[in-house]
């Protein structure tokens, strides 16, 4: 088993900086890939970014990609997200997810085993 706990979403204006965190317990973390996934209201979960267990590859959505910076603290068991330049349109609840069994597309959802409960996000313009 895994648990993810997300922290660090709010209310921030357009512009503005967040950072998340999600913070795991139950097994090895650097032992997994990593993800963020967002859902806005109305609208379905979608893939924002991942990470390798080694951090080595990263992958970003279009949409924040230069914006949005995934990383990782195998020491600390923790995965991040930094968020600048923040919109409107990435108001959401923000989720992290972790991959234990090696997935070949961290694009997916399905390829991941865990989820936080998450952390909702809003940008007000």
């Known amino acids: 088993q895994v648990q993810l706990v997300e922290s660090g979403g709010g209310l921030v204006q357009a512009g503005g900086s967040l950072r998340l965190s999600c913070t795991t317990s139950g097994r090895t973390f650097s032992i997994y890939h990593m993800g963020w996934f967002r859902q806005a209201p109305g609208k379905e979960r979608e893939f924002v970014a991942a990470?390798?267990?080694?951090?080595?590859?990263?992958y970003y959505a279009d949409s924040v990609t230069g914006r949005f910076t995934i990383s990782r603290d195998n020491a600390e068991n923790t995965l991040y997200l930094q968020m600048n330049s923040l919109k409107p349109e990435d108001t959401a609840v923000y989720y992290c997810?972790?991959?234990?069994?090696?997935?070949?597309?961290?694009?997916?959802?399905?390829?991941?085993?865990?989820w936080g409960q998450g952390t909702q996000v809003t940008v007000s313009s």
């Open positions: 997810a972790a991959d234990i069994n090696y997935g070949s597309n961290l694009y997916l959802q399905r390829t991941y085993d865990y």
């Open positions: 990470i390798s267990l080694s951090a080595t590859n990263t």
